[in-house]
């Protein structure tokens, strides 16, 4: 968020070392700021942490105020600096809601920040170091500061809120069923697909009592759609935030690894769809974000599905990941690769693309 934008200190953490860390603390009282934390020897720093196939952060209370009963409720976000600095920032981790920080919990964060592979094969891993920035907002308890929180939070959350309480709304959409209430000057203003079929020539939706009819579409997918349409803000909850305690931050990437696969799962295929929405209704800030995210979220049963939606949507950096992705592969793995449904959609449906895809076999095998 673009109000977030008072530095208060950085931390480094240098493989097996001390933590170090100059820091000027963000304070209750509709404060905001951030904090880098600069990650030195990866993986070396993997040593002494919690085995996992994520990396894990957190936000920690101070103990001082926990201990004197005082609470402070806050939002947070989690990103990778690169991302912020080339103001594209693709948030890995941000709050849905406020949180509170007590006595009885002291640490709110992500258990899933980012998959180990994920980062090990990113561009912002530079020999061995990267650096994961912490944007914070507090708001105090009293009428006042609550006010002065809200006039701090930015133009999206007012938006946002447009958009659940459909004041003013003046077309309707029906997706798979579900019915969505919006307004057509937000659209138009954000989607020139939108500007051409609600203001164009051959315009849709003109009386209140037109329903414009979206096929091809998962209601959920255009529900997303929608939010970030009225707010630019990335929609899809990759990664979630929840309360640590003490305890529980070394043994919660073992607790809950089944359900975590199945989740991981349904989390690609949503955002494979809205990668093709965004494509689809020309929201280019959105499919670069959706191309990012996908980039990072390769896996062995998923490469080639992403590969063809790489093709088909003209995605060269996505393309190209998914290749370099192939190239690191053993060959248990390459056979998984061969059994998927998205092997079969590649050979088929794009045979430039397989030659492309032998030769990078070719590559990995000298």
């Given amino acids: 968020d673009s109000v977030m934008s008072s530095f208060a200190g950085v931390s480094v953490v240098d493989g097996d070392k001390e933590c170090s860390c100059e820091t000027s603390a963000v304070h209750a009282g509709a404060d905001s700021g951030y904090h880098l934390l600069m990650v030195r020897g990866y993986p070396r720093t993997q040593e002494g942490s919690s085995t996992g196939d994520s990396i894990t952060t957190a936000l920690v209370y101070d103990n001082d105020d926990a201990e004197r009963g005082l609470a402070v409720e806050a939002k947070f976000s989690f990103s990778l600096v690169d991302h912020v600095e080339k103001q594209n920032p693709m948030y890995i981790c941000e709050a849905s809601k406020t949180c509170t920080f007590s006595g009885s919990a002291t640490s709110w964060g992500c258990d899933r920040f980012m998959r180990r592979d994920a980062i090990e094969r990113s561009s912002d891993l530079k020999g061995g170091c990267f650096t994961v920035r912490c944007d914070i907002m507090v708001v105090c308890q009293d009428s006042k500061t609550e006010d002065a929180g809200r006039t701090l939070s930015g133009i999206h959350h007012h938006f946002n809120n447009?958009?659940?309480?459909?004041?003013?709304?003046?077309?309707?959409?029906?997706?798979?069923?579900?019915?969505?209430?919006?307004?057509?000057?937000?659209?138009?203003?954000?989607?020139?697909?939108?500007?051409?079929?609600?203001?164009?020539?051959?315009?849709?939706?003109?009386?209140?009592?037109?329903?414009?009819?979206?096929?091809?579409?998962?209601?959920?997918?255009?529900?997303?759609?929608?939010?970030?349409?009225?707010?630019?803000?990335?929609?899809?909850?990759?990664?979630?935030?929840?309360?640590?305690?003490?305890?529980?931050?070394?043994?919660?990437?073992e607790e809950a690894k089944e359900a975590e696969a199945v989740q991981d799962e349904m989390r690609l295929q949503c955002l494979q769809h809205l990668f093709v929405a965004a494509d689809r209704y020309d929201l280019q800030r959105l499919k670069f974000i959706c191309e990012q995210q996908l980039s990072e979220h390769i896996g062995v049963t998923s490469v080639m599905s992403t590969l063809a939606l790489a093709e088909q949507h003209h995605c060269q950096g996505l393309k190209e990941a998914c290749f370099k992705f192939i190239q690191v592969q053993s060959p248990s793995c390459l056979q998984t690769v061969m059994s998927t449904n998205g092997w079969d959609r590649v050979y088929t449906t794009y045979p430039s693309v397989f030659k492309e895809f032998i030769a990078n076999l070719a590559l990995n095998q000298r």
């Fill in 162 to 253: 447009l958009l659940q309480t459909k004041v003013g709304a003046d077309v309707t959409f029906e997706v798979s069923g579900e019915r969505f209430a919006a307004h057509r000057c937000v659209l138009a203003a954000r989607s020139k697909v939108f500007m051409a079929q609600l203001f164009g020539p051959m315009k849709e939706g003109t009386t209140t009592s037109t329903v414009i009819q979206i096929k091809d579409m998962e209601a959920k997918v255009f529900r997303a759609l929608l939010i970030f349409i009225y707010t630019d803000v990335f929609p899809l909850p990759l990664r979630e935030e929840h309360r640590m305690g003490e305890d529980e931050m070394s043994v919660v990437m």
